[in-house]
């Protein structure tokens, strides 16, 4: 008597997927009972050769009045800034430096909170006519 021959898992782990394989073979006396087989393979996808686009600016912030001795507030707007992979400036990290490009140090007059994206400072006589640009 001749039995046939078990069946084994015919596909391979397949890159960038997870795969459930699971076969079945006859028990040896023949009964009603059989064998499972179960693998599992689970890779990552990596991508090459995708470009990172720079932000670009969607709309230029206004001039805006500072006045000595009163506070100063200002909310980046949601449209000010784009990027094409991650959207609008609330999605972006923004960094504040002076016009030189430096970071401001902590005791400046003028202060930006990255978490709600808004510029904030008390300026003083003295600062509001030395203070230019900031970029």
């Given at each position: 008597m001749t039995q046939p021959l078990p069946q084994f898992p015919t596909s391979s782990?397949?890159?960038g997927s997870?795969?459930?394989?699971?076969?079945t073979?006859?028990?040896?006396?023949e009964r009603s009972s059989t064998t499972e087989q179960v693998s599992k393979a689970t890779t990552e996808e990596i991508e090459y050769g995708t470009k990172n686009f720079a932000?670009?600016?969607k709309q230029r912030l206004r001039k805006l009045p500072v006045v000595?001795?009163?506070?100063?507030?200002?909310?980046?707007?949601e449209d000010s800034f784009q990027d094409f992979e991650d959207g609008n400036t609330r999605k972006l990290r923004l960094?504040?430096?002076?016009?030189?490009g430096t970071a401001l140090s902590a005791s400046s007059w003028i202060q930006f909170d990255t978490a709600t994206q808004?510029?904030?400072?008390?300026?003083?006589?003295e600062q509001v006519s030395e203070l230019k640009l900031y970029r």
């Amino acid at each position: 008597m001749t039995q046939p021959l078990p069946q084994f898992p015919t596909s391979s782990p397949s890159w960038g997927s997870s795969k459930e394989t699971k076969s079945t073979t006859p028990a040896e006396d023949e009964r009603s009972s059989t064998t499972e087989q179960v693998s599992k393979a689970t890779t990552e996808e990596i991508e090459y050769g995708t470009k990172n686009f720079a932000p670009t600016i969607k709309q230029r912030l206004r001039k805006l009045p500072v006045v000595a001795g009163k506070v100063f507030r200002f909310n980046i707007p949601e449209d000010s800034f784009q990027d094409f992979e991650d959207g609008n400036t609330r999605k972006l990290r923004l960094i504040f430096k002076s016009a030189q490009g430096t970071a401001l140090s902590a005791s400046s007059w003028i202060q930006f909170d990255t978490a709600t994206q808004e510029v904030y400072g008390l300026p003083l006589e003295e600062q509001v006519s030395e203070l230019k640009l900031y970029r």
